[in-house]
Structures are given as C-alpha cells and as structure tokens.
C-alpha cells in the first residue's frame, strides 16, 4: 500500500517537473526531473534528460556526475567512466564522481586508481565507511602518521645537505670549545695569571689584559720622558752662546 502511494507521489513530481521543463527548455529543471526518473528506475529517460540539458550546459559537473552515475546503473561502464573522469579533472573532490568511479576501477581491476579516487574520499570525510571498506578490500595498509622530517639545509659542498639540528649540534660544540681557548675570551674571561717568587710566595695577581695594559703605558710614559730630554737639550744648546758671548764696546 505505502509502495503504491510512493510509486504515485513519484509519478506526480515527474510529470510535474516534465511539465515545467517542457515550459522552459533552457532551465535546469532536468537535473530534478533526471532524479525522479532514477528513484522510479527509469534509467534511460534519466539518461536521455541528462544528455540533453549537457548539450545547454557542457559544464555542469552536477550534471556530468548524475550522468555518469545513470550510466554506471545502466551498465555502461565505458561510458560512465568516461564522463566521470571528465569530471573530476573540472572538480578534483567530488566525492560523488570519485565513489563510483572507484566501483568501476575495482570491476575493471585498476587497482591503483581505485585507491587513488578512495584516498580522495578520506581526505575529505577520513570516517567514509564505504571507502574505508573499499581500501581495505583492495589491501591497502593504513598509513601511519609520520613526524615531520628535520629541515635541511644545502652545505657548502654541492649536493650535500645536513639537517638544521645537527648544525645547531656543531655550533653549540664550536661554542662551548671556543670559550675554553683563551685566545678568543674576552678581557673580562680571560684566567689570571699567577706568579711565584723564588721565595715561594705568590706574587701578586694580574690579568692578562692588566699587564697588556702596563706594557702599553710603560712604554707611552719612557717616549715622553725621551722627547722632554730631547726638548731640554735643545734648550740647553740655545742658551750657551748668549752666557759665553763678551761684551760689546
């Protein structure tokens, strides 16, 4: 009884939305009316309502798939997967085109196509049963997520690359070896010298740069001191001849 009421309230949206596209050719009433037929099992007026409105609009990847899946229930394979494939270049994720395409490759024995339009599926909806089922049946391993591999940097060597890690690695060694060299430490770093007087005392403390410092003044103050004896000399050589000259009559 309730099959019957269904059959007729189908019947009814059919002419209904025939009626309407008859009314209207250019519109896209097709794509509700091609619908209805493939509730009702009327396939192939399915088809030829697609095909045409395709012939309006070459582009409407609605109805491409639709198409392409009328066919698919039509048992035209060949045709099916031409359509579909056209499809999914113009709409690379349509979930629809992709899940009977991947029937059909799995009957034609495509294996890795079949994986690839299933793959398309789970990253879209990772929980999609049917193309869970699909991979599995196909015996395709679930791939664990990885970590994210170290960044590389090029080296000055051509071709040579080294992870960004191991050169932080490299530089904090070359750090730490080059603050224990005192030749590269700072004033403030560099380790204090300590003497011992024959006595056996010790003498007192001062720092590399201390006595770098002492050197560099000691010297300054023994040029200062040779240019005032030079000065006094000179002076000494003009004032001669004014005390030893006689006096004038």
């Not at 066919?71 to 499809?87: G, H, S």
């Not at 890795?112 to 991979?135: M, W």
């Not at 000055?156 to 050169?167: A, W």
């Amino acid at each position: 009884m309730a099959s019957g009421s269904n059959n007729a309230g189908n019947a009814a949206e059919i002419d209904r939305l025939a009626l309407a596209l008859a009314k209207e050719p250019g519109s896209k009433a097709f794509i509700p009316l091609a619908e209805e037929y493939g509730k009702a099992g009327m396939w192939e007026e399915a088809a030829a309502v697609l095909e045409d409105g395709l012939k309006t609009y070459p582009s409407f990847i609605t109805a491409m798939v639709a198409l392409g899946r009328t066919y698919d229930q039509m048992n035209q394979p060949v045709k099916a997967k031409a359509i579909l494939e056209e499809a999914v270049k113009m709409s690379p994720e349509n979930l629809r085109a992709h899940r009977t395409l991947a029937k059909i490759y799995v009957a034609q024995g495509a294996k890795d196509a079949a994986l690839r339009s299933c793959n398309v599926i789970l990253a879209v909806n990772p929980q999609d049963q049917e193309a869970l089922s699909l991979r599995e049946t196909l015996g395709s391993p679930v791939v664990p997520a990885t970590a994210v591999p170290p960044k590389l940097l090029r080296t000055k060597q051509p071709g040579k690359l080294v992870s960004e890690s191991s050169v932080r690695s490299v530089e904090t060694v070359q750090s730490s070896t080059a603050k224990s060299d005192p030749a590269t430490l700072d004033a403030e770093e560099r380790p204090t010298t300590v003497t011992q007087s024959s006595q056996g005392d010790l003498a007192p403390i001062t720092s590399v740069a201390d006595s770098t410092v002492d050197e560099h003044r000691s010297a300054t103050v023994t040029q200062l001191e040779q240019w005032l004896t030079s000065i006094q000399a000179r002076r000494r050589d003009r004032e001669r001849p004014t005390e030893s000259r006689p006096p004038t009559s």
